[in-house]
């Protein structure tokens, strides 16, 4: 039976996001979201550990402009629009989301502000028809899938001027999809099975795995280590050099261009200007793992 609430609190609506999948990290379990792999997101559920995302400018941007961009699309297409402050989930399949604006009773409007760059980067057309980015799409049938809306539309402000609708309506087969990835997700919680990592896009996270060393323990290093090891200290070294080929590239550029903020050329164009001075505050440093790896002199 579907669940609705209304008027939470931040706090009551993080808790609520918490023990679901939402309509923004279902994509994880695809494997195209932008905010996490799988393999975070299970650990996120499986602790029942609340996330929030820091707002870069464009968030925070398209956050405040959200009103005025769906006020404006409604009074083009003559649309009865208004905000949905509730959260609602399923329970039984324990998926949830929250939501933009309601179209009369029954469609949805997904406010997105989209610079020009990531317009033309990751939004496409297929056979004549605009596509949105694949998490977003999937975001949109996952809203459907929660409400039993009959349509949604995706509104987005391209540019600060430009404005593209994308109509969407209840794809069962999406339905079914999400419906297996999601019971799968939380059968791997219960049976305490996470997901095996995604390299190179776990690497970061799974080290933060490992950031414990027990005090004076040795372990002898396996065939595998050892391999590794050995092509870790070939990067390292390859790094080194690189950097070093980088850096000298560099002061030999600037000694040509001098005090030029900008050069121009064919097919390329340097930036060159001055970022001044500026005071950072102290802050505690969390602890971390020393991680090196020392190559013995002739291997």
Not at 221 to 248: C, F, P, S, W
């Amino acid at each position: 039976m579907i669940q609705t609430f209304k008027n939470l609190t931040r706090e009551q609506w993080l808790q609520h996001r918490a023990q679901d999948i939402t309509s923004t990290e279902v994509s994880a379990l695809f494997g195209i979201s932008p905010y996490c792999t799988k393999l975070e997101l299970w650990y996120q559920k499986k602790d029942s550990i609340i996330v929030t995302l820091e707002d870069n400018d464009r968030m925070k941007w398209g956050t405040r402009l959200q009103d005025s961009i769906a006020k404006g699309i409604a009074q083009d297409n003559g649309w009865d629009i208004t905000p949905m402050n509730e959260y609602i989930r399923d329970p039984d399949y324990k998926i949830g989301s929250s939501f933009d604006f309601a179209i009369g009773d029954e469609g949805l409007l997904e406010i997105k502000n989209v610079d020009a760059l990531q317009y033309r980067e990751k939004w496409s057309l297929e056979d004549g028809e605009l596509e949105a980015p694949a998490h977003i799409e999937l975001q949109v049938q996952h809203q459907l899938l929660v409400t039993g809306r009959k349509f949604a539309y995706i509104g987005a402000l391209i540019g600060g001027n430009e404005v593209r609708l994308i109509k969407r309506e209840p794809q069962p087969a999406v339905f079914k999809h999400i419906k297996a990835e999601v019971i799968a997700f939380w059968d791997s919680i219960e049976a305490n099975e996470p997901p095996p990592p995604v390299f190179p896009d776990d690497a970061q996270f799974v080290s933060s795995l490992y950031g414990y060393a027990s005090p004076g323990s040795v372990a002898r290093a396996n065939d595998e280590v050892t391999t590794m090891a050995l092509q870790y200290g070939e990067l390292t070294r390859d790094i080194k050099v690189l950097t070093e080929n980088k850096e000298t590239l560099k002061a030999k550029m600037m000694m040509q261009i001098g005090e030029a903020e900008k050069v121009l050329g064919d097919g390329f164009s340097i930036s060159a200007s001055v970022v001044g001075p500026t005071i950072v505050e102290t802050y505690e440093r969390k602890g971390y793992r020393l991680f090196r790896v020392n190559i013995k002199k002739g291997k």
